[in-house]
């Protein structure tokens, strides 16, 4: 009797069912996988939380007391005028006495603001937002 027939027919058989079995391997490894990733990135935002929650706690309830920058005051005074100011009208809104120095300072920072771009020099001397 020949029995290669029946033998080859079984590694026919072992080869597909071998094949089948790296497939479904593969399936289940797949789902797997991204279930670690999954996992894997719970776990990171859930550190991430902790440390923002950690750092909010330590900062103070009440934001610190700022000093006001003396060009944002001037755009508040500029933001009320009904039309262009000098410095000395500047000065006098914000409760500077008109002292030469404090209109020359004054003189200065509006300047600043011109090379900005935030106010324009209208006439010599006299200053109003940028249209």
């Given at each position: 009797?020949?029995?290669?027939?029946?033998?080859?027919?079984l590694d026919l058989q072992e080869?597909?069912?071998?094949?089948?079995?790296?497939?479904?391997?593969?399936?289940?490894?797949?789902?797997?996988?991204?279930?670690?990733?999954?996992?894997?990135?719970?776990?990171?935002?859930?550190?991430?939380?902790?440390?923002?929650?950690?750092?909010?706690?330590?900062?103070?309830?009440?934001?610190?007391?700022?000093?006001?920058?003396?060009?944002?005051?001037?755009?508040?005074?500029?933001?009320?005028?009904?039309?262009?100011?000098?410095?000395?009208?500047?000065?006098?809104?914000?409760?500077?006495?008109?002292?030469?120095?404090?209109?020359?300072?004054?003189?200065?920072?509006?300047?600043?603001?011109?090379?900005?771009?935030?106010?324009?020099?209208?006439?010599?001397?006299?200053?109003?937002?940028?249209?």
């Amino acid at each position: 009797m020949n029995i290669q027939p029946p033998l080859d027919a079984l590694d026919l058989q072992e080869d597909a069912a071998r094949a089948l079995a790296d497939d479904l391997r593969a399936e289940i490894d797949d789902p797997q996988t991204r279930l670690r990733e999954a996992e894997t990135h719970l776990e990171h935002l859930a550190i991430t939380r902790k440390t923002v929650t950690d750092l909010a706690d330590r900062l103070p309830a009440v934001p610190p007391d700022l000093p006001e920058h003396p060009d944002l005051r001037i755009l508040v005074v500029f933001n009320h005028a009904t039309g262009p100011l000098r410095a000395k009208d500047v000065c006098e809104a914000l409760d500077h006495e008109p002292l030469p120095k404090n209109i020359e300072g004054t003189r200065a920072k509006l300047k600043r603001l011109v090379e900005l771009g935030i106010l324009t020099e209208a006439d010599t001397g006299t200053f109003t937002h940028k249209q």
